[in-house]
């Protein structure tokens, strides 16, 4: 689970791939970074991101970090 976690963290504070995102916690293909993370979570590294770019942008300003209201 350790794996997922890194990997669902660097897709939300990078702009690595799903690929490299495996790589850096030792899976060696892209395949298997979506096979691993969707048994975990029930999604795909890919819906992993869109959900959280949807909701990040479909939160009021003053939460989303950026200091703007």
Do not use: K
Request: hydrophobic share 40%; with cysteine; proline share 3%.
């Amino acid at each position: 689970m350790l794996r997922v976690e890194e990997v669902a963290r660097l897709l939300r504070e990078t702009d690595l791939s799903i690929a490299q995102a495996g790589r850096q916690v030792g899976w060696c293909s892209r395949n298997r970074a979506t096979e691993a993370f969707g048994q975990a979570t029930g999604m795909t590294p890919s819906q992993y991101r869109r959900r959280l770019a949807a909701w990040t942008h479909s939160m009021p300003a003053s939460m989303s970090g950026s200091g703007i209201e």
